[in-house]
């Protein structure tokens, strides 16, 4: 591939120093005059109907500017399925539930304040197991519903998978179950909503999505009876995304309702408590599995149903059966696939996106039964994920039409680094593990358009700013916009100002989500950079006196192609152009939505443009006695098309793999009756730096065709195969599958002792 | 969070003198138990009274053993190299704590007076004999430290009463101690169980000379090192063993220690007193932990603990231990 002075180089992230000098102005940091705090009371109970409210003695509370509760707001419901009111009436369903909330002049007045509103309570029986709330004549959570199954029909057919089983040599079966996980956002949620005279609103807010907040935000101004307003976002520097801030929750309409009813600005601003509770998590699985295969290893089948604890309310957490079906139909090439997926209510939280959008609960199952199916016939797991890898020019089941596809690199690359024929198998005690992934890598055709909007301006100096619709939520979609840019303009990377943060100024884009914003955003730019470089070079054209094909520019400098004599500055075309007669400022847009398919109603279609690939390979150590776990090696090798930039592309599967690993190994959110029992970093297991084990990516380049530079998206992959391939290695080395996420040391030390009763007693064991 | 009054006296008297005076008063040292206490509304104390800037309260010393001052800070305790090579068990202790930031302020007397199942230095304090100064309206009294706790949260403090100081006894090259806290992540975490023991040893054949010494740098199997041990007649004459997190308060595994004392080391016996010290303890499921864990937690972690101690004594020079499961 080629070399280019800006792509490919390792370039600092560009918001690093202001983030750790403490420059950066976070939504806690910001302040507007007159500006309120609200605060939000939350239910007392997971499962109960409101009896009363009392608010009269916290209205009276001096400093106290508004208290509103379900029975004092417009009716108003938001989210996938318009099921959750921003405060509840009637019945509370979590107890996350917000009851009431309060504006007053100082968060600690507003605090002293909902400690003053009485609520009277009958509490009900509660729901918190999906299987339980499946059951004939369980409490319906919904009223007006028959069932508490959500009526979404998650159901995706491939091929025969009946007959395929009549003619497989081998068949396993298996059950495997996640856990709740939570994003740990270093920067919390939070909003400011501000109205000015004429009723048009400015959040200031976290968001992910800052164009669908836009029209959630409209929709909900328009019942609130306040018509055709407009509605600007600004995103103040977020502190970390990772899927909690694609939808909108409950407190940003909060804020909106205060904002309107006290005339002043109001900022919700979460305590961490409050983002462990209130924020919407990675929900629970289980899902029963088989996998089939001929005498060579060839994967005929795969059949997998799945239930999903939905939680109380629905957001995009009932969406991710969707993206599911993309490892499940074609992870591996495996002809007949049957998936069935069932979201159910509960009263526990409820669950929304994150990092891997449900691929890491598809793919602990997928990847462990591999192992399983693999031992089962006596072959080297490696070999039989060769033998099934996918490979480029191929169309899965699901109609997915692979480009690019480094996944037998990826597969060998692993086995090679962690010496795989030189330790599976071999050593007590210590074991290898692998495990791959599929991923979106192109886009992802999950809403209408999958676009995103660049307008580029040169100033007379030749300082290029980029207005991009793409946020900037830590992942440095930033950086590789600027590099993008920069290198088709033949400018320095620094005098490439990106701004994206303002819905009234940068053009449209869906989404930070499906690992997109390199290759979405990225082409976006790469196009408005393309075209403003012709205007360029049509300009120069006539003053260097060459045509412009002949034209190009590097480091600022217009030179002739033929004759590197021939050269002006960038700067003084620009001037000239802009102080002539009939003058020109140069200005230039593109909005680049990518040729990807909607799904079909059979869940079919070409969901993106292209399709990231990678396998994780783990060396862990088991300590017998205690049941612990430490990881010796991690080999994380991905293919990304292209590395736009090499140092951020590691720091993604460096984040990546170390959440992942605390998703294998520690993280968990307790839920006991509903009630969160850790939400806090002590209890709540994120793991430290100093439990970061030695992870070294391999990065595998295949050049995209359709991505900017050859990239594809790497943003999520980083944490879809770590589970399965550190539970892969914890069987080779002491011989028990833990099928049940975290994969804690008592469950370890539990298998051990009941594997030594089986051994005692003489039933086989490994 | 409501306001209170913030004091900052200079004297121990001074503060005793305050504390007494006021009705909802609260001490505070490094903060990091207090804070979280504030924050949570477990506390609404309308006055704090720092003890910060009390210079008698930090310091440590070393005159007829080790003196420390309660105000004297984890990372204060950690880098001081007497207490690593001498009172490793205290070591161990302070530089596993939270984190290198609430090292920095934590002191040791808050993590004992905060009276935690959990606190870090508890165990070790218990096995190194420690005495505790406490300083009151009346004067000064010395306790054991054993005599310290009542209860969760709960000591034999009286309102005004101030800890002042920790004094150890001074311990030969004979004896070794450590402390091994069980945890799920290698920082900012409490314990899911801790153990600390000190033994003091005596070699029956070859004059007083371990023979097997070298094989501590190997990873030779542990029931290889203890038949080892064993031949060469290594023999437990005194020891100590504390267990936090299996009780209300931090507590001595008494009968596991006399039943170890006096006795030449071998598998059997360590596989025995492991056993016995479960028995003494009676942890609870909590959210951070099973019973039944740690239970068998404490069988593997009183034997490598007490293992590690040993290895101590035989081999003090050697900086960088072995990767070894104990």
Redesign the interface.
């Known amino acids: 591939m080629d070399n280019f002075p800006v792509v490919g180089q390792r370039i600092p992230k560009r918001d690093a120093p202001q983030k750790v000098t403490g420059s950066a102005i976070y939504i806690q940091d910001l302040k507007i005059p007159g500006m309120l705090y609200g605060k939000i009371l939350y239910s007392k109970y997971p499962h109960a109907r409101i009896l009363a409210i009392d608010t009269s003695r916290a209205e009276q509370l001096p400093g106290v500017k508004a208290v509103i509760t379900g029975y004092n707001i417009p009716p108003f419901k938001f989210g996938f399925f318009k099921d959750n009111p921003p405060l509840k009436s009637g019945k509370v369903l979590s107890m996350r539930d917000e009851v009431a909330a309060v504006a007053a002049t100082s968060p600690?007045i507003a605090e002293?304040a909902l400690e003053m509103i009485q609520v009277e309570y009958e509490e009900l029986p509660g729901i918190f197991d999906p299987i339980q709330a499946m059951q004939e004549g369980a409490p319906i959570l919904h009223e007006g519903l028959k069932s508490n199954v959500l009526k979404l029909p998650w159901r995706l057919i491939c091929g025969d998978v009946d007959t395929a089983k009549k003619e497989s040599h081998c068949i396993v079966e298996d059950t495997f179950s996640t856990q709740w996980v939570t994003h740990c956002c270093l920067g919390t949620s939070g909003c400011v909503a501000s109205f000015d005279i004429n009723n048009n609103l400015t959040m200031y807010s976290n968001t992910q999505i800052p164009y669908l907040a836009q029209r959630d935000y409209i929709d909900a101004l328009n019942v609130f009876g306040i018509k055709n307003r407009k509605v600007r976002v600004i995103q103040c520097i977020i502190g970390g995304g990772f899927g909690s801030k694609l939808d909108t929750y409950a407190y940003e309409y909060i804020a909106i309702l205060l904002a309107l009813k006290t005339r002043k600005p109001v900022k919700v601003l979460f305590t961490r408590e409050e983002e462990f509770i209130a924020t919407s998590p990675r929900q629970s699985t289980i899902t029963k599995i088989s996998h089939g295969c001929t005498k060579e290893g060839k994967l005929l089948f795969r059949e997998m149903e799945m239930i999903l604890d939905n939680g109380a309310y629905t957001s995009w957490g009932a969406t991710t059966p969707s993206v599911m079906m993309m490892p499940i139909s074609s992870l591996y090439k495996v002809p007949n696939v049957k998936y069935i997926a069932k979201c159910v209510y509960t009263n526990n939280t409820y669950s929304q996106a994150m990092r891997g959008y449900g691929n890491p609960q598809a793919t602990f199952a997928i990847e462990s039964s591999l192992d399983q199916l693999a031992e089962k016939m006596g072959m080297d797991s490696y070999e039989l994920r060769l033998i099934n890898a996918n490979e480029p020019g191929e169309i899965t089941p699901q109609n997915f039409k692979v480009t690019s596809c480094g996944m037998k690199e990826c597969i060998e690359e692993v086995a090679k680094r962690i010496d795989w024929k030189g330790k599976r198998g071999k050593d007590k005690g210590r074991g290898v593990g692998m495990a791959s992934l599929i991923h979106v890598g192109g886009g992802a055709r999950v809403y209408k358009s999958d676009g995103c909007g660049t307008i580029i301006k040169i100033d007379d100096y030749g300082k290029v700013d980029v207005f991009t619709g793409a946020s900037e939520i830590g992942q440095g979609s930033e950086t590789v916009i600027a590099q993008i840019v920069a290198e088709v303009l033949g400018v320095n990377v620094e005098d490439v100002n990106v701004i994206n943060n303002d819905t009234d100024v940068c053009p449209w884009d869906v989404g930070v989500h499906a690992s997109r914003t390199t290759f979405v955003a990225g082409n976006s730019a790469l196009g408005a950079a393309k075209k403003i470089k012709e205007q360029i070079l049509e300009i120069a054209s006539k003053s260097i006196g060459e045509a412009p094909e002949h034209l190009d520019i590097q480091k600022g400098l217009i030179f002739s192609t033929k004759d590197k004599e021939k050269n002006t500055p960038l700067g003084k075309v620009l001037r000239n152009a802009h102080y002539s007669t009939g003058g020109k400022m140069l200005m230039a847009e593109y909005f680049y939505d990518p040729a990807n398919e909607n799904f079909d109603k059979d869940f079919k279609g070409n969901l993106s443009v292209s399709y990231a690939y990678g396998t994780h390979g783990v060396e862990v150590e088991v300590?017998r006695?205690?049941g612990r776990v430490t990881i010796l090696k991690y080999i994380a090798a991905h293919d990304v098309g292209r590395a736009i930039n090499p140092m951020m592309l590691e720091g993604q599967i460096y984040g990546g793999g170390l959440m992942g690993i605390g998703y294998a190994l520690?993280e968990n959110m307790?839920f006991r009756e509903g009630r969160l029992?850790?939400p806090n970093?002590?209890?709540y297991?994120m793991?430290?730096?100093?439990?970061v084990p030695p992870v070294e990516p391999v990065i595998v380049e295949t050049n995209d065709k359709d991505g900017p530079f050859g990239a594809k998206g790497i943003g999520e992959p980083g944490l879809v195969p770590t589970a399965p391939a550190i539970a892969n290695a914890i069987y080779d080395a002491v011989g028990i599958r833990i099928k049940d996420l975290p994969i804690?040391?008592?469950k370890i030390?539990k298998a051990l002792k009941e594997k030594e009763k089986r051994g005692q007693s003489g039933e086989e064991g490994k | 969070m409501r306001g209170y009054e913030y004091y900052k006296p200079g004297t121990i008297e001074e503060a005793i003198r305050l504390m007494t005076s006021l009705e909802d008063a609260q001490y505070i040292a490094g903060g990091t138990d207090v804070l979280v206490l504030l924050r949570q509304k477990k506390i609404k104390p309308g006055h704090i009274i720092s003890l910060r800037n009390i210079k008698d309260l930090a310091f440590i010393a070393h005159h007829n053993g080790l003196h420390i001052g309660s105000g004297t800070t984890h990372a204060e305790i950690e880098r001081n190299e007497i207490i690593r090579r001498n009172y490793s068990a205290l070591h161990d202790a302070t530089s596993n704590l939270g984190s290198v930031q609430i090292r920095n302020v934590a002191t040791i007397g808050g993590n004992i007076c905060n009276a935690a199942p959990s606190a870090d230095t508890a165990c070790p304090l218990l096995v190194l004999d420690a005495g505790v100064t406490i300083a009151g309206l009346e004067g000064e009294r010395k306790i054991p430290v054993d005599e310290f706790f009542l209860g969760p949260g709960k000591t034999v403090l009286r309102k005004g009463d101030i800890l002042k100081e920790f004094v150890m006894p001074l311990f030969g090259p004979t004896t070794g101690s450590s402390y091994i806290k069980h945890t799920r992540r290698q920082a900012m975490d409490l314990p899911i169980i801790g153990v600390a023991t000190r033994i003091t040893i005596s070699i029956g054949k070859n004059g007083g000379e371990l023979r097997c010494r070298d094989i501590l740098c190997t990873i030779e199997d542990v029931s290889n090192l203890l038949a080892r041990f064993e031949d060469e007649e290594l023999r437990c004459e005194d020891i100590r063993i504390a267990m936090g997190v299996v009780a209300p308060i931090p507590m001595r595994a008494k009968e596991a220690e006399a039943a170890l004392k006096g006795k030449i080391i071998s598998e059997k016996l360590f596989e025995e007193i492991g056993e016995i010290a479960a028995n003494e303890a009676a942890p609870r499921d909590s959210v951070r932990g099973e019973a039944w864990y740690r239970r068998e937690m404490i069988k593997v972690l009183v034997k490598r603990s007490i293992l590690r101690s040993i290895d101590r004594i035989i081999r003090p020079d050697d900086m960088v231990y072995p990767e070894r499961l104990w």
């Open positions: 600690e002293e300590d006695d205690t520690s307790n029992m850790n970093f002590l209890d297991k793991l430290t730096a100093k439990d804690t040391p008592e030390l």
